[in-house]
């Protein structure tokens, strides 16, 4: 059974850093690109970045580019959101989601999603 | 790029057939047969029903269906039940590695 669990959300200050973490389980995780998606309060859901299984290739929405970086260590089966020079505008639930196709730089929609992580941003 | 556009609210009563519409572009619903259809409720993960604009997942009910007619994919729901009532979002591959969502719509099964 594929199981994503989103971890590291909280309260940070305006200009502050926070580091998400997604442990992964039940599929072969170096197999898949891997996603990060954002719901802020009220809204739709918004992209923000994806990285590929194994080379490590990774892409960003235009408005989190620069600030925020994807990583994973396909060793822990963990993916990571490095969020820096955090704005009131970025908080939102954030969601681990699996690519929906294997072969690491496959990036189809998604087909599994964690539960999410809760991120404030907030003075 | 923008978020596709859907309807922010549907609604229906139990056993109808209600149908919501994702509109994009030629940059991502129009060229690319890889729109999928995600089931959310509050607190919980969402849920795939429909991916590469037709096909279901096993486990999930043949009440729901999709389709494409140029840059507007479509998601319908038959025989509509109350645990049908859900946010429903779509997603559409955009090119260059990248997705891009709809704002979501509500579904209210009266």
């Known amino acids: 059974e594929v199981q994503l669990l989103e971890s590291g959300g909280g309260l940070v200050q305006p200009g502050g850093s926070l580091r998400l973490s997604c442990a992964a389980s039940g599929f072969t995780f170096s197999s898949y690109a891997m996603n990060w998606v954002r719901q802020a309060p009220g809204k739709g859901l918004e992209w923000v970045s994806v990285i590929s299984g194994s080379d490590g290739s990774t892409y960003y929405a235009g408005s989190v580019k620069g600030r925020f970086t994807i990583s994973r260590d396909n060793s822990k089966t963990t993916l990571y959101l490095q969020l820096n020079s955090l704005r009131a505008e970025d908080t939102a639930v954030y969601y681990c989601a699996k690519a929906g196709c294997s072969g690491g730089n496959c990036y189809r929609p998604p087909d599994y999603w964690g539960q999410g992580t809760l991120v404030t941003v907030s003075s | 790029q923008s978020a596709l556009t859907q309807p922010a609210s549907v609604s229906g009563s139990p056993g109808q057939s209600i149908t919501i519409s994702c509109t994009g572009t030629?940059?991502?619903?129009?060229?690319?047969?890889?729109v999928s259809w995600y089931q959310h409720h509050p607190g919980k993960a969402p849920k795939v029903m429909i991916y590469?604009?037709?096909k279901r997942p096993s486990g999930v009910s043949n009440r729901f269906s999709g389709s494409k007619s140029g840059n507007t994919a479509s998601l319908t729901i038959s025989g509509l039940q109350v645990e049908d009532e859900a946010d429903y979002y779509c997603?559409?591959?955009?090119?260059?590695?990248?997705?891009?969502f709809g704002g979501g719509t509500k579904l209210t099964v009266l």
């Open positions: 997603c559409s591959y955009a090119g260059s590695s990248t997705l891009v």
């Open positions: 030629s940059s991502d619903v129009g060229t690319y047969n890889l």
């Open positions: 590469e604009v037709t």
